[in-house]
């Protein structure tokens, strides 16, 4: 199975589509991720938990928040502390599904790439005790919170129901497997609303309440204005390992030649004709695209957080077996992102 799999994009289907992405997704992580990447306490990055180890000689790379000072003043050369990653992992994502991921032109809709992804997230993480939680937002507006009595699907008859439009939805972290398939079907059935989720805002609820170092994960295209949800992911890493996930279409990156296009902002309804038989607007196109996604890349790196692009042209199964294989050697040999 790869990205082929899944259902193609067809507009309208709603919670029926969404259903059978998610159950073909989910056969497909358990088949091919299943005993793969799964560490013995960490889960799809390999954190270093809060327990104090052993040190040793500091190399290029480290982070120096971990510093040993004593060790480092005793033999004369910087050490870094080692910490045992702890037995019960919280996760916590930020998940993007405003208008703009309603869209694809490759094997499938960006949107299922951000399922994709948190399915990926729950099957590593939720073992063991650890859990998992999710904020989504779907459109501009304010949060709105979720009771203490459960998800939806779990939602005491006296509790009142959070309506589908709420622009952003936060679900309350909780162990086992039953409870993390329970999240990623409200996920998968989550309607996305016109609007634009403020990306900042919905990153910056993962700090509220404060919560004890565990793993972040992000998952967005990025393209609000970087300046908007930069500061945010800063203050996230201070505390957790952060994991931004940027869903790309090949589209976003390139126009094809097609004659006269008439494009839609799918957050803001605006209409541009374009003609994309001029090769010199493709070429600037091409150049702001690349520009954008640079810009983007770099706030990420400057902010410290653990980059991956997935593509809805490319096998996003296989670009994060790459990714995460990747962090782990990088942290064997003691360096960081």
Request: proline share 7%.
């Amino acid at each position: 199975m790869t990205t082929a799999d899944l259902p193609p994009p067809v507009a309208g289907s709603g919670t029926a589509r969404a259903e059978a992405v998610l159950s073909r997704l989910q056969l497909l992580v358990t088949r091919k991720l299943d005993g793969l990447l799964q560490g013995d306490y960490a889960g799809l990055l390999p954190g270093p938990g809060s327990e104090a180890g052993e040190s040793r000689e500091y190399r290029p790379g480290d982070d120096v928040r971990r510093m040993d000072w004593p060790v480092t003043a005793r033999t004369t050369l910087p050490h870094v502390r080692r910490t045992v990653a702890d037995r019960e992992l919280e996760t916590w994502m930020a998940l993007d599904l405003s208008a703009s991921l309603d869209f694809g032109t490759a094997r499938c809709l960006k949107r299922d790439l951000v399922l994709a992804a948190a399915t990926a997230m729950a099957h590593l993480t939720v073992r063991g005790g650890n859990r998992i939680g999710a904020v989504v937002g779907t459109g501009a507006g304010q949060v709105a919170e979720e009771r203490r009595g459960g998800f939806p699907w779990r939602r005491k008859k006296s509790e009142p129901v959070v309506p589908a439009a709420a622009p952003i939805v936060r679900m309350p972290a909780r162990p086992g497997r039953k409870e993390a398939q329970g999240l990623l079907r409200a996920i998968a059935r989550t309607e996305i609303k016109p609007g634009r989720t403020d990306l900042g805002e919905l990153i910056d609820l993962l700090n509220r309440p404060p919560r004890r170092r565990g793993v972040a994960v992000v998952v967005s295209d990025f393209l609000a204005p970087v300046d908007g949800w930069s500061r945010p992911v800063r203050k996230l890493a201070v505390r957790h390992d952060v994991l931004a996930i940027e869903v790309v279409d090949p589209r976003e990156l390139e126009l094809p030649d097609v004659g006269v296009l008439t494009l839609a902002d799918p957050e803001t309804g605006a209409l541009h004709e374009v003609q994309t038989g001029d090769p010199a607007l493709r070429a600037r196109y091409a150049e702001a695209a690349g520009q954008q996604r640079g810009d983007i890349a770099r706030a990420l790196r400057a902010a410290g957080a653990a980059h991956l692009r997935l593509r809805t042209d490319s096998d996003w199964l296989l670009d994060m077996v790459r990714f995460v294989a990747a962090q782990r050697h990088a942290r064997t040999r003691g360096t960081t992102r």
